[in-house]
C-alpha cells in the first residue's frame, strides 16, 4: 500500500488528538496508533527487476571460506530475488561453480556474466565471516561482512555503486540450534545464508522497513 501525503497528515492529526487525549488518562491509545501507523517505502539501492542476474560469491581475503556457505548463499540470494520480482532469471549456482572448478582462465564477474549470458553480476565478496560456539547458549551467533558491487555482465563495467568500488554491510545473525539435534557445519552455513540472503536481498526491492536489516559499513 502507498502512502500519499493526505494519509501522513490524516495520521499526524490522529497521533496529535490522541496525545491530547493521553495527557487525560488515556496514554495507551496513543501506543496502538503509534504502532498502527505505516512503515515507509524504501527504495531499491540498485534494480535488477527484468533482468537475468547471476550471483557470484567469492573470498578474496578468506579463502577458509567453506564452499558451501557460498552455494547456500548464492541459492538462497536467488530464491529471494525471484520471489519479490528483483530478477527475471537468475543462474544456478551449478553453472558458476563448474565452471570455476574447470576453468583455466581468471574468474571474474565479467567473464561469469558472459558464459552464463547473464545481463548483470551481483559480486558478493566475503571480507569477514566468524560463527562463534557457545556451550551455554542455545543461539549460535554468526557474523558476516559482504561487499557488493552490481557488474554489466558484458562490458564489465561496474554500474553500483557509482562512486566507489563496493558498498559493504554487515549481517549479525543467530544461528537457530535445538539441542535435541546435532548442530552440522551444513546446518550453520545454511541458517546464516538464509539470513544474509534475505537482507541482502533488500538492497535490489522496493520494500517496507523491516525490524533487523544488514548495517552498512561506511569506510
Known amino acids: 500500500m502507498k502512502i500519499n ?15 491530547l487525549l493521553s495527557l487525560s488518562g488515556c496514554g495507551p491509545v496513543l501506543g496502538i496508533i503509534i504502532e498502527t501507523m505505516p512503515k515507509p517505502d524504501i527504495p531499491a539501492q540498485y534494480d535488477t527487476a527484468g533482468k537475468k542476474v ?3 560469491v567469492c573470498s ?3 579463502s577458509e571460506l567453506s564452499p558451501i556457505f557460498k552455494r547456500e548463499l ?10 519479490n520480482n528483483a ?12 565452471m570455476i572448478l574447470t576453468g583455466t582462465d581468471v574468474i571474474t564477474p565479467e567473464t561469469i556474466g558472459q558464459v552464463t549470458n547473464a545481463d548483470i553480476v551481483i559480486h ?61 557445519t551444513g546446518r ?8 544474509a540472503a534475505i537482507e541482502l536481498a533488500r538492497l535490489f526491492y522496493l520494500h517496507k522497513a523491516p525490524a533487523k536489516q544488514a548495517s552498512e559499513v561506511k569506510s
Open 5 to 19: 501525503k493526505n494519509s501522513n497528515i490524516l495520521y499526524i492529526a490522529l497521533v496529535w488528538h490522541f496525545f
Open 54 to 56: 547471476a550471483v557470484y
Open 188 to 195: 550453520i552455513m545454511h541458517d546464516l545464508a538464509e539470513q
Open 87 to 98: 530478477a527475471a532469471e537468475t543462474v544456478d549456482y551449478s553453472d558458476i561453480s563448474d
Open 60 to 62: 578474496q581475503n578468506n
Open 124 to 184: 558478493i565478496d566475503i571480507n569477514y565471516f566468524s560463527v562463534q560456539f557457545q556451550a551455554s547458549d542455545k543461539m549460535e551467533p554468526g557474523q558476516v561482512l559482504c561487499l557488493i558491487s552490481v557488474i554489466d555482465a558484458q562490458t564489465g563495467q561496474r554500474l553500483w555503486p557509482s562512486d566507489q568500488l563496493n558498498k559493504a554491510y554487515l549481517i549479525n545473525g543467530k544461528i537457530g540450534h535445538d539441542p535435541q539435534i546435532k548442530l552440522t
Open 74 to 83: 548464492t541459492t538462497l540470494l536467488n530464491a529471494e530475488l525471484l520471489s
